[in-house]
């Protein structure tokens, strides 16, 4: 595709739920980054994807978030049972490389909205 | 490991006049510095970046400068127009370190141009 889809745009769910956030990279990258964004706040690493080798997820707050990456394809992020203080909204980036020897290009993001 | 400090916060300036964003970093082995925006309802986009070898990059309006000694880099707007409204990030990250721990965001500062 032209740029990094993310899906759902928009996402309402009870606390305790699960949830799934799912990213399209750009054809061809090899890196993915999730981050997270509070209202109002920074981007937040969460997790980081660099072709075949072992993810980096060292950003992953806590044992709730995981996420899985198939390949240099689609992304899933996954939160169980979820917090009030998840709300926020989860972006996902692509780039040629590892980070500096390319450009990170951000989807428009998942808002999650946790009741 | 590596700290990103933005100020300021929120910066509201006439229109076609100047804006100056200032980011200081505490890791003296990050060499790249890379300026994204973030319009509202968007995923950041870079606009900008700098390496360590340079002190200085201008693209037409925008321009960024960096003080290695001081640790610290800015982002230059001149002749500032509306459509420069947005949230602006800088970051830092070691080039030839390996995993997303090696790009950190600053808090972002919130531009505002008055008609």
């Known amino acids: 595709g032209a740029g990094v889809s993310q899906s759902p745009s928009n996402k309402v769910t009870e606390k305790g739920k699960d949830v799934e956030l799912r990213c399209d990279p750009i054809?061809?990258?090899?890196?993915l980054y999730w981050y997270r964004q509070r209202l109002g706040q920074g981007l937040e690493f969460l997790i980081y994807f660099q072709g075949n080798s072992a993810p980096d997820k060292s950003g992953l707050p806590s044992d709730r978030f995981s996420a899985e990456r198939t390949g240099e394809s689609v992304s899933t992020l996954t939160i169980q049972r979820t917090q009030q203080e998840d709300s926020a909204v989860y972006l996902c980036a692509s780039s040629l490389d590892r980070v500096g020897r390319g450009e990170l290009f951000f989807g428009e993001g998942s808002r999650l909205t946790v009741l | 490991g590596e700290n990103v400090e933005q100020h300021p916060s929120t910066l509201s300036v006439q229109e076609g006049d100047s804006a100056v964003i200032k980011c200081t970093y505490s890791?003296?082995?990050?060499?790249?510095f890379p300026w994204y925006k973030q319009e509202l309802g968007k995923g950041p986009q870079l606009i900008i970046d700098i390496r360590s070898n340079v002190g200085e990059k201008k693209d037409q309006r925008i321009a960024v400068t960096l003080n290695k000694t001081a640790k610290h880099f800015s982002l230059h707007i001149t002749e500032t127009q509306p459509e420069d409204s947005a949230v602006y990030f800088c970051a830092a990250s070691t080039l030839s370190g390996g995993g997303a721990d090696g790009l950190t965001f600053g808090k972002g500062t919130h531009l505002i141009i008055q008609p």
């Open positions: 054809s061809g990258h090899t890196a």
């Open positions: 890791d003296s082995a990050s060499n790249y």
